[in-house]
C-alpha cells in the first residue's frame, strides 16, 4: 500500500492531507496549538485515529504516538554523526536514513522492511511517499513519519 503524505501550502499550522494510490484521501493531519509538535489524525469519516505529540524538554527530540486514544509507543532521535537514526519503542521498530534525509526505512528487529518512506524533491511543500508492505502497518507508520517530519521541521 501507497500513501501520499502532502504538506498544504497555506496553513499556520502543521496541515497534511495523506492520499492512496488512486489519489483518494486516506487521512486529514491537522497540527493544534501547543507547546511542540501536536498533529491529530483522521480518518475519511472526521473520525479522530491517531494522535503524534512533542514532549518538550527533553535532551534529544521525542514524539508521544497515540491510536485511537490509547499510547503506543513512541518516536526517539539517537545520537549519529552523519545518517539520520531514530528510535522507535513500538514492537521492536526502528528508522534508518540516508545522510540527506530524503530516503528512510522502518525496519522490524529481525531486519523486515515493514516500510520505505522518499522525500518527493522540487515540490513547493513537504511530500513523501509511505510504501508500507502490510496495510494493516499503516497507520502506525504514517505517525512515525509525521513525528519524524516533525522534528526535521524544528530542526530547520
Known amino acids: 500500500m501507497k500513501l501520499l503524505f502532502k504538506q498544504r501550502l497555506f496553513s499556520w499550522f502543521d496541515s497534511y492531507d495523506i492520499y492512496d494510490e488512486s489519489g483518494n484521501t486516506v487521512y486529514v493531519v491537522k497540527g493544534q496549538l501547543s507547546w511542540g509538535h501536536k498533529l491529530i489524525i483522521y480518518d475519511v469519516h472526521g473520525n479522530e485515529v491517531g494522535t503524534v505529540v512533542e514532549k518538550v524538554l527533553t535532551f534529544l527530540p521525542k514524539f508521544e504516538i497515540y491510536k485511537e ?17 531514530y528510535n522507535i519503542d513500538y514492537n521492536g521498530w526502528h528508522i534508518d536514513g540516508t545522510i540527506m534525509e530524503w530516503e528512510y526505512n522502518i525496519l522490524d528487529q529481525s531486519g523486515y522492511q515493514i516500510a520505505s518512506i522518499s522525500k518527493e524533491l ?33 530542526r530547520n
Do not use: H, Q, W
Not at 70 to 84: H, N, R, V
Not at 124 to 147: H, K, Q
Open 69 to 85: 486514544g490509547s499510547y503506543i509507543g513512541c518516536l526517539s532521535k539517537e545520537f549519529s554523526l552523519l545518517t539520520p537514526r
Open 122 to 154: 522540487l515540490r513547493m511543500t513537504d511530500t513523501y511517499v509511505i510504501d508500507v508492505r502490510d496495510s494493516e502497518n499503516a497507520l502506525e507508520a504514517l505517525m512515525f513519519v509525521l513525528a519524524m517530519d516533525a522534528e526535521k521541521c524544528s
